[in-house]
């Protein structure tokens, strides 16, 4: 497979293992009774700060459990006027490259910058994502084919689903070398190589179905779709003929179904059979709505044309009253995306994660999607200096409603929580006294386990729980060394096959330890690191 290389590569492509956890420390909480400090237990967050540190402070938690990620990276185009800076040189990427790429950052051209920026970024998205998650970018051609190199190297070529040309503007566009440039992409990659996509059907396609017939009340008007053909290695007979009142007429096609579904379809007149100038056709009756009328699906299709990005614009200036945010996608747009779902289950309760949170349109897509009664959960994160004054202020009026007179949008409901990114887990080799040992157990028990923490119960306060019948323990005081001795092991009481405890030092030798199924792990260098 080709693979791309630039300048500050080899620095980079083992970046995200080096990157720092932190904690995220809760700001204060948002729902029906507006902005307080008490803690709502949101699954919905809003994180200040850079997004490579907070992916990684996402791991413990979320690794492989994210269903959709949606993100609207810099395109790198040089223009410096954004309210998102839409260039590498932001100081906080240069910084950011001088400390991991070092003096060879000094030589860089854009275009290395940019792939330097992204490159351990997608590496964390891509831990995120669940095994059926799918992730979509928006880009433009400034880096469209840099991007579809290095997506390749970390999805895998196999899981690349699909490059959707996307028509962002109507009106003539910006022309650049005598054409309108009116049109984006958004790149599509899967955890695993997908079997089947689909997605709500538009309001164009919906628009096609006007046909009626006796049963219009339940599954909705009906288009006629051609029987298509098989290959000849799927069919026995070579032909299927079909029958009418007993007489053959259609006998020179090929179906994609077995006879018995065909002759089921006549049967059910999901069939249409007509004539025209001595020559019969055979159409089968696609309806709006399947039999227990339930809005079906359609397939998603490689060119969109709109929403556009001025609906974008317009909506933000109804929320906000001004203008306060250039370009920002259309809700429209997002929603679309994440309603794609696959093997044809729809899924209202996933996780969907936008990490260049920007204006917060995936936040206001999630919620109005949630208007189905659904449970879907938003992260987003946002290193802006706008991140609470518009990301987060943005959702609390999708939450609450916006506008005024005619323009008026009633408000989703929800909650979210708004978080900063808090002290690193360890300083050098050692654990940072500063978090709390909640915080640390946690991590200790997702990197042994690669499962969420859920505090156990019970009268222990050093158990972290069991998993694959295995018990695990953290003897940890923040102000003291603690010894793994007998008088601790009197204090287990957990029924398992094997047990790991992590301790400053132990007394026991590590051959008595192995007689006892006990696995000693010294704090904090035995820590698995990410």
Known sequence: MPTLEW????????HHQDVPFRVLERKYSFDENGQHNEDNGSENMIIRGDNLEALKALLPRYEGRVKCIYIDPPYNTGNEGWVYNDNVNDPKIKRWLGEVVGKEGEDLTRHDKWLCMMYPRLKLLQKLLADDGVIFISIDDNEIKYLRLILDEIFGANCFVHEIIWKNKY?????????????EYIVCYSKQPLLSVAAPLSEEEIKKYKMKDDK???????????LATRSKDDRPNLVYPVYHNG?????????IWEKSRLYQAIENDEVVFSENSGKWSVRFKQYLKDENGVMRLGKPISILTGP????GTKEIETIFGKKVFNNPKPKELIKYLLSFVFDGKDDKDGIYLDSFGGSGTTAHAVLDLNRDGGNRKFILVEMGDYADSITAERVKRVIRGYGEGKNAVEG???NFSFYDLGEPLLVGDCLNEAVAPEKIREYIWFMETKQPYAPPSGGNPYYLGQHNNTGY?????????TVLDYTFLATITEKTSGTIIYADR????????????????????DISRL
């Open 7 to 14: 300048i500050g590569k080899s620095k980079v492509i083992n």
């Open 171 to 183: 009106g003539p566009g910006a022309f650049t070398r005598g054409v309108g440039n009116v049109h």
């Open 216 to 226: 219009f009340e339940v599954r909705g008007g009906f288009i006629t779709q051609p």
């Open 247 to 255: 007489v053959e007429i259609y006998p020179d096609k090929q179906w």
């Open 308 to 311: 556009y990005n001025q609906d």
């Open 412 to 414: 989703t409901g929800g």
């Open 473 to 481: 323990y953290f003897y940890y005081e923040p102000q003291r060394v």
């Open 506 to 525: 132990s007394s026991i030798t590590e051959d008595k330890l192995a007689q006892m199924g006990i696995v000693f792990k010294k704090i904090p260098r």
